[in-house]
């Protein structure tokens, strides 16, 4: 069955250490071996520029990732495949993998929409404007002040609505969510679950999932424990719980997955990597409809790509 996964941080493991290799699934929760076994047809790749970093180095090091995705992810592989478009999806052939650009976090662009128009060119398809903390364009989910879009950041999504690339509200504060539903058409919550199932800072309350819902974007359901159950160990129903809530808001179809594979370390049982998908598509065959369950792993995505 076709995956497309919507957030994965294997380009942060490779920048922090040089001798990790693409082709060696040892310190990869995502790499070239498990993405061919296991049925990838799109994986996402995140730009996340740690915290710690200031001033320049952090555009520094996003375009370091970004070189790091072409040299390291793409070039030594013929059967994976850079796409920039649905297009590009579409003319991939059998065996053939999309690797496709996203950032998480707009702090490397600091105050400088230049950097986020040169990231669209080098080929950055989805933006999450913030990671937990604030920056020049919004606040996150962990920043105190929880304020919504400056000027920049309303700026940010008007052209990113222009351009038919996806805002990800993911890591947003919701004053911000919701400056974000008000400017563009082009939105997903990339790695993001159920506030109702489990109160998470990082999690969506209902109003936010019916807001995305009626926008027809696409919520990917994340895999990272602790934004699943606070009860040790978490196991994949517990997925199907998230899955199972946003279906009776009406999103049915509006449902996606965001693995977060290599941002954890803490794992569901059963999905310590992306060879982990074999266990939850069967899990999801048990209790779905074969239709519902494409859907969930690759269809939802790809239907509701602008661009």
Known sequence: MR?????????????????????????????YPSLKKTGAKVQCFAVYVPDDLVGDTRFQAALEM??????????????????????????LEDGEIGALLTL?????????????????????????LTWNYGNDLADGVLEERGAGLSNL?????????????????????????????????????????????????????????RALIQKDGVIGITFVPYFLNDVSPVKIPMILRHID?????????????GSDFDGISETVKGLDSYYGYERLINE??????????RGLCYKNFYDRIPF
């Open 3 to 31: 995956i497309f996964d919507a957030h994965c941080d294997a380009l942060l493991k490779l920048w922090k250490d040089p001798e990790l290799s693409f082709s060696n699934s040892a310190g990869l929760q995502v790499s």
């Open 153 to 209: 950041g309303r700026e940010a999504v008007e052209y990113l609505h222009n351009e038919r690339i996806w805002t990800d509200v993911s890591h947003l504060a919701e004053p911000g969510f919701w400056d974000v539903m008000e400017r563009t058409d082009y939105v997903i919550a990339s790695h993001s679950n159920v506030k109702a199932i489990h109160d998470h800072p990082r999690n969506l309350n209902d109003d936010q999932i």
């Open 66 to 91: 970004i070189d790091l995705f072409y040299t390291k992810i793409v070039e030594p592989y013929p059967d994976i495949k850079v796409v920039y478009s649905r297009d590009d999806i579409d003319q």
């Open 104 to 128: 998480e976090g707009c702090g490397p662009i600091s105050n400088d929409l230049t950097r986020l128009r040169t990231l669209v060119k080098l080929g950055v398809r989805s933006f999450g």
């Open 284 to 293: 999801l065959i048990r209790h779905y409809p074969e239709e519902f369950v």
């Open 245 to 257: 809530y946003i279906a009776s808001l009406g999103g049915a179809s509006n449902i996606g997955f």
